[in-house]
């Protein structure tokens, strides 16, 4: 009799838990859950986008100072960035490369972009990066 309640209690707690996660959309497992999340969460979002402006820009800096390219600080930086947007950091900074790769090829080029009339005729890495990424 007990073993029959036990077992009767577990399937309804389990059945429970799984009709609560359906309700608050938890059934993605994963980077997918992960990239759902931040970008529901859209203040997480921004923050991570900001940092990794900061980021793009710190190196950008670096580069011009003649700083160590692969400094412990920038690791540590990079590290953080990493533990607080996850995997997702990853995506965004490649997709960021490919906008600045895609906007240097059509500039030499000589096909007009949108980021030209941001940041007109005296382009800056810094501006260039301020202008492509949002955040």
């Not at 359906?22 to 990239?35: I, N, Q, S």
């Not at 980021?55 to 930086?77: C, G, H, P, T």
């Amino acid at each position: 009799m007990f073993e029959f309640l036990f077992v009767a209690v577990l399937v309804y707690l389990y059945l429970e838990r799984r009709a609560r996660k359906r309700r608050d959309g938890k059934k993605l497992h994963g980077l997918d859950a992960e990239l759902k999340a931040i970008i529901k969460d859209d203040g997480d979002k921004t923050g991570i986008a900001f940092e990794i402006k900061q980021y793009l820009l710190a190196m950008i800096e670096d580069d011009k100072n003649d700083v160590e390219k692969f400094s412990d600080a920038r690791i540590q930086q990079a590290e953080r960035i990493l533990d607080r947007a996850g995997p997702n950091a990853m995506y965004w900074m490649t997709d960021i490369a490919a906008q600045l790769a895609f906007l240097a090829a059509a500039q030499i080029n000589g096909i007009a972009t949108n980021i030209d009339a941001k940041v007109g005729e005296s382009a800056t890495p810094e501006a260039i990066v301020n202008a492509v990424v949002k955040g």
